[in-house]
C-alpha cells in the first residue's frame, strides 16, 4: 500500500518560514521524482517545485529564491523549506511521487499553510 504523508503545515506570518515534510512507503522512492503542488480555493493544484530521481530540481517562478525542495532518499523523504513567505503563499500544499517510465502517480493527503498577521 503506497502512502505519502505531508507534515509541516501550519500559520505562520509574513516573511517566515516553513519546512514541509513528505514521508512515502510502498515505493521505491528513489526512483520517483518528487513534487510538492499547492491549490488555492476553487482551483486546480499547480505545481511549486520538483525534484528528479537524480536530485534536479525545479521551481514556479512565484517561488523562486524562495523555496527549496530536497530530498533524503534514506529516510523516504522529500522536503520543502519556503521562506520568506506571503499572504499569496496561502494554500494547501499536495506532494506527489511519479514514475515517468510507467506514467504512474501517487498524491498525499495535503497539509494546509496559512501565511497571515
Known amino acids: 500500500q503506497v502512502q505519502l504523508v505531508e507534515s509541516g503545515g501550519g500559520l505562520v506570518q509574513p516573511g517566515g518560514s516553513l519546512r514541509l515534510s513528505c514521508a512515502a512507503s510502498g515505493i521505491t522512492f528513489k526512483m520517483y521524482q518528487m513534487d510538492w503542488h499547492r491549490q488555492f480555493p476553487g482551483e486546480q493544484r499547480v505545481l511549486v517545485a520538483s525534484i528528479s530521481s537524480g536530485g534536479g530540481t525545479n521551481y514556479a517562478d512565484s517561488v523562486k529564491n524562495r523555496f527549496t525542495i530536497s530530498r533524503d532518499n534514506a529516510k523516504n523523504t522529500v522536503y520543502l523549506q519556503m521562506n520568506s513567505l506571503k499572504p499569496e503563499d496561502t494554500a494547501v500544499y499536495f506532494c506527489?511521487?511519479?514514475?515517468?517510465?510507467?506514467?504512474?502517480?501517487?498524491w498525499g493527503q495535503g497539509t494546509q499553510v496559512t501565511v497571515s498577521s
Open positions: 506527489r511521487a511519479y514514475l515517468p517510465s510507467l506514467v504512474t502517480t501517487y
